[in-house]
C-alpha cells in the first residue's frame, strides 16, 4: 500500500527565512503523482501543485520552489523569503494505486513569525 | 473562477440524529471525492465517484453513504450520528480523476453534541 511521509511535524522560523519541507512517497508503482495543499488556520485546503513520477524538473512559482528525486522518491517544497502568510499547515499527497483517491501524509506545521 | 461548493458550512446535530451534506463540483468535472479531517488530523478518505458511479472506497462508516446525482452534485448522508463523528468533511472534485488537479471545497464543519 502507499504511503506519504511527512518527518517534519512542526518547523517554526522567522520571516525572510528559507524554508523546506520534505515528503517521501512508498508505492510500488512506477506511474504515480505527488501534490502539496497548504490549509490556513481558515481552513479550506488549498492546491499548490501536481507532479508526475516522470518530470523530474524542478518548478518554481514566485517564492515557491519543488523538487522531485524519484531515486528516492521524494517531493520536497521550499519556500524562499518566508513570510507570515505561510503560516499553515502543509500537506503532501499521493495518488492510490488506481488513481482514484488521494492519500494525505500527517501534514507539517510551519509557523512564520516576525 | 467557480470554486468546489460545499453546505452547509456548519452543522451542528446530536448524538443519533441524521446529516446531510452537499457538494457542487467544479463545473466540467466529473469525479468526486469526500474526505473526513479530525482535528489535528490529515484528511482521510471516504469515497468517490466518477460520472455518477462509485469508483472507491476508503473508511467509511457503514452509517454513512453517499451518491453523485446527474447534475454531477454529490450527497453524504451520514445516520445515527457519533460524537466522533464531529469532523471537518471535505469535498473535492477533478476533471477525470485524481490525477488532474483536484480542488478542495471549504469543508462542512459537523458538531456532534
Known amino acids: 500500500a502507499q504511503k506519504v511521509t511527512q518527518a517534519q511535524t512542526e518547523i517554526s522560523v522567522v520571516e525572510k527565512e528559507d524554508v523546506t519541507l520534505d515528503c517521501v512517497y512508498e508505492?510500488?508503482?512506477?506511474?504515480?503523482?505527488l501534490f502539496w495543499y497548504k490549509q490556513p488556520p481558515s481552513g479550506e485546503l488549498v492546491f499548490l501543485i501536481r507532479r508526475n513520477s516522470f518530470d523530474e524538473q524542478n518548478e518554481i512559482s514566485g517564492r515557491y520552489s519543488w523538487n522531485f528525486q524519484k531515486s528516492t522518491s521524494s517531493f520536497n517544497f521550499t519556500i524562499t523569503a518566508s513570510q507570515v502568510v505561510d503560516s499553515a499547515v502543509y500537506f503532501c499527497a499521493g495518488d492510490n494505486q488506481a488513481g482514484t483517491a488521494l492519500i494525505f501524509g500527517k501534514g507539517t506545521t510551519l509557523s512564520v513569525s516576525s | 473562477a467557480a470554486g468546489v461548493i460545499q453546505s452547509p458550512r456548519h452543522l451542528i446535530k446530536e448524538k443519533r440524529e441524521t446529516a446531510t451534506l452537499k457538494c457542487y463540483p467544479i463545473?466540467?468535472?466529473?469525479?468526486v471525492y469526500w474526505y473526513q479531517q479530525g482535528p489535528g488530523q490529515d484528511p482521510q478518505f471516504l469515497i468517490s465517484f466518477y460520472e455518477k458511479m462509485q469508483s472507491d472506497k476508503g473508511s467509511i462508516p457503514d452509517r454513512f453513504s453517499a451518491q453523485q446525482f446527474s447534475d454531477y452534485h454529490s450527497e453524504l448522508n451520514m445516520s445515527s450520528l457519533e460524537l466522533g463523528d464531529s469532523a471537518l468533511y471535505f469535498c473535492?472534485?477533478?476533471?477525470?480523476?485524481?490525477?488532474?488537479?483536484?480542488?478542495f471545497g471549504q469543508g462542512t464543519r459537523l458538531t456532534v453534541v
Open positions: 463545473p466540467r468535472h466529473d469525479t
Open positions: 473535492a472534485s477533478s476533471f477525470r480523476g485524481v490525477r488532474t488537479e483536484a480542488f
Open positions: 508505492t510500488r508503482d512506477t506511474t504515480y503523482y
